[in-house]
């Protein structure tokens, strides 16, 4: 049998080769959506004889981002370093994987969500000292996905929890409750103001319509420009 594997675009079916193979099966494998990715990871985990919880799965996703086979080698990782069966505790991972205990986009997340001023502008300082650990761009779409959420809370804040958990894709109700805190802090119009921002620093860090200031500069604005 041979196996022919096509990465990283789309195979274009109007090549001659698509159409020779179309009778010899072709299995085209399409990136999970960010709201997949908790349960891929859980299931994934299984599959290596390591446990996790929903948050832990969570917190792969949101730090590791949509990139299967990255995730695959974190995970191999991890179950490398626990003896077969055991449940991987958050400070498993944080130490294994290299997440920051105290200054990770989780943390920033929720001090931004709590409008904790003090706590938002430190992990933004300790980021903008540490941009190889924790790139804008990644940071960027962390809190937008975080804030996007978060305006779909604010829109269904009179649901039961296990409503609202299937409306924001979550895995585990237990993340109902910090969507709720933070749609009872933002109005909608302020979210949609924020993800317009979010946007704009995104577009900056790619140099569109930014000749001079630095990733720091650019997430300490943002963060600024949502508190205020």
Do not use: C
């Not at 730090?63 to 490398?80: P, Q, T, W």
């Not at 505790?89 to 003090?118: C, P, W, Y």
């Amino acid at each position: 049998m041979v196996v022919l594997v096509h990465k990283h675009k789309s195979f274009d079916k109007r090549l001659a080769l698509a159409k020779a193979m179309n009778d010899h099966g072709v299995f085209e494998s399409k990136k999970l959506y960010e709201n997949q990715l908790p349960a891929w990871i859980l299931q994934y985990g299984k599959q290596k004889g390591i446990a996790m919880d929903d948050k832990i799965a969570q917190m792969l996703a949101d730090y590791l981002g949509n990139d299967l086979s990255k995730i695959a080698n974190e995970v191999d990782k991890l179950a490398i370093g626990v003896s077969k069966g055991s449940k991987l505790t958050i400070e498993m991972v944080q130490d294994q994987i290299g997440i920051s205990k105290e200054f990770n986009v989780f943390e920033l997340q929720k001090a931004l969500g709590e409008k904790n001023r003090a706590k938002s502008f430190l992990i933004a300082r300790y980021f903008a000292n540490n941009p190889k650990e924790n790139p804008i761009q990644l940071t960027v779409i962390n809190l937008f996905n975080y804030f996007q959420k978060a305006m779909i809370a604010v829109q269904n804040l009179g649901d039961g929890d296990a409503v609202l958990q299937k409306k924001l894709g979550l895995t585990s109700s237990f993340f109902v409750k910090d969507y709720k805190q933070v749609a009872r802090n933002y109005s909608l119009d302020k979210l949609r103001e924020i993800l317009l921002i979010i946007r704009s620093v995104d577009l900056e860090s790619k140099g569109v319509y930014n000749k001079s200031k630095d990733d720091g500069q650019l997430l300490t604005e943002l963060v600024f420009n949502i508190l205020r």
